[in-house]
């Protein structure tokens, strides 16, 4: 019976897990370890792209990439890890329960919005989290038209000026055109606890996004935070009413449940503490790549952010990792010493820093271009040649 290799999400840590896992087998030439993909869907869902229109187009089919490298993939939600048995149980969208065994597992579960326990927040409120719920945004952005002219209709409420919110509010002025007119008396506020405008991001970026915002008409509600939200709009904590139809959610993240039921230590966020080989500390069987994972990228200090640019390269890492276990050979220590943010800020351009003190390299359209190079190129999945895939998944490929 061959060994199993078991992976555990489609997202960019579980795409790259697999496909790296893949590429040391075929190195050594070893045809007697399986490597398998559990996820709802054969797609990796471009979710850095979710603030943007035509959301419903944001993903790559992985059907025939995993065919042409010899990936399983099996269809379902995982929902129980049992590191005793080794087995982790999942069900069908019908509800058919299904388990599948492993002797390495690689856990890319991705990390989810959570909302927290206030007022209207389920009810009225949108996100940019999963593509489904995005769709659901954009759908509803477009029957905005279909509402007589009003301060609620015309006014759209971001709660949380971190990255995504950033990236969601610029966007929105354009795609509220597109939809209610040119001269739409429009309005799009950030309310956020930060004491100013992008604290979160250092003081390299404010200047541009105070600029971009200027430019594009963005408001900011600072030190402050959502109380409750209804049909018709947002109260916010110091008792202030903003009318709006459409609120978004932006702030929340946290590692997928799935963290809480292998034996570890997590962060605030849930992720799972691992070593330098991104082994889970305390599991023999278990790694762990993408939103999922704890890991330090250098000896200076610095931690994996819930980004894309992390989960890719902690997957090659991961995936080579595992693999190497089962074959006995050497791993390859994880690390990713560089740094970059690329911050999309709508019609007005972008922002390109580098390092974790986010030095100011490009700004306006030259780094507008740089961002889309890294959201319609960079970071979709290879093609599905089997030579050029594996290649792809060597961990030593610097990916910023």
Same mark, same amino acid.
């Given at each position: 019976m061959k060994q199993h290799i078991l992976v555990v999400g489609a997202g960019f840590g579980g795409v790259w897990s697999a496909l790296s896992a893949a590429r040391l087998l075929d190195r050594h030439e070893r045809n007697d370890i399986q490597i398998s993909v559990l996820a709802p869907q054969a797609e990796l869902r471009i979710? !850095? $792209?979710f603030y943007e229109p035509d959301v419903h187009t944001m993903k790559a089919s992985l059907d025939a990439l995993f065919d042409v490298v010899g990936i399983q993939f099996v269809q379902g939600f995982a929902d129980s890890i049992d590191t005793t048995s080794k087995q982790v149980g999942y069900h069908d969208a019908s509800g058919a329960r299904g388990t599948l065994s492993y002797d390495r597992l690689v856990l890319a579960a991705g990390s989810q919005l959570m909302r927290p326990a206030l007022n209207g927040i389920s009810e009225h409120t949108f996100d940019v989290d999963e593509i489904e719920q995005a769709t659901r945004l954009e759908t509803h952005i477009k029957s905005l038209k279909n509402l007589p002219d009003s301060p609620a209709r015309n006014t759209v409420v971001v709660a949380? *000026?971190?990255?995504? *919110?950033?990236?969601?509010?610029?966007?929105? !002025?354009?795609?509220? $055109?597109?939809?209610?007119?040119?001269?739409?008396?429009? @309005?799009?506020?950030?309310?956020? @606890?930060? !004491?100013q405008i992008g604290a979160s991001l250092g003081e390299g970026i404010r200047p541009s996004l105070i600029e971009a915002s200027d430019h594009l008409g963005?408001?900011?509600i600072l030190n402050a935070s959502v109380d409750s939200v209804d049909a018709g709009g947002v109260t916010l904590s110091d008792g202030q009413r903003i009318e709006s139809n459409t609120?978004? +959610?932006?702030? *929340?993240?946290?590692?997928?449940?799935?963290?809480?039921? #292998? &034996?570890?230590? @997590?962060?605030?966020q849930g992720r799972l503490h691992v070593d330098g080989n991104l082994? #889970?500390?305390?599991?023999? /069987?278990?790694?762990? =790549?993408? /939103?999922?994972?704890? =890991?330090?990228?250098?000896? &200076?200090g610095n931690f994996a952010a819930m980004s894309c640019q992390h989960a890719i390269a902690l997957g090659r890492y991961a995936g080579n990792n595992v693999a190497a276990d089962l074959l006995g050979v050497a791993p390859t220590a994880y690390s990713q010493p560089k740094y #970059?943010?690329? &911050?999309? &800020?709508?019609?007005?351009?972008?922002?390109?820093?580098?390092? +974790?003190? $986010?030095?100011?390299?490009l700004v306006g359209q030259e780094a507008k271009e740089l961002k889309s190079q890294i959201n319609s190129v960079w970071i979709y999945p290879p093609a599905a040649d @089997?030579?050029?895939?594996?290649?792809? =998944? /060597?961990?030593?490929i610097p990916v910023a």
């Open positions: 979710r !850095p $792209r949380g *000026g971190g990255f995504t *919110g950033i990236e969601t509010a610029t966007e929105m !002025p354009a795609r509220l $055109r597109a939809v209610l007119g040119e001269n739409a008396n429009i @309005r799009v506020i950030v309310v956020d @606890r930060g !004491p963005i408001e900011w609120v978004i +959610w932006t702030v *929340g993240f946290q590692a997928s449940p799935l963290t809480q039921q #292998v &034996l570890g230590t @997590r962060d605030r082994r #889970v500390l305390g599991q023999n /069987d278990i790694f762990a =790549a993408g /939103d999922v994972a704890y =890991a330090a990228t250098d000896t &200076l #970059v943010t690329c &911050l999309d &800020l709508g019609a007005w351009g972008a922002v390109y820093t580098e390092g +974790w003190d $986010r030095q100011l390299k @089997r030579a050029t895939a594996l290649a792809a =998944a /060597d961990p030593s």
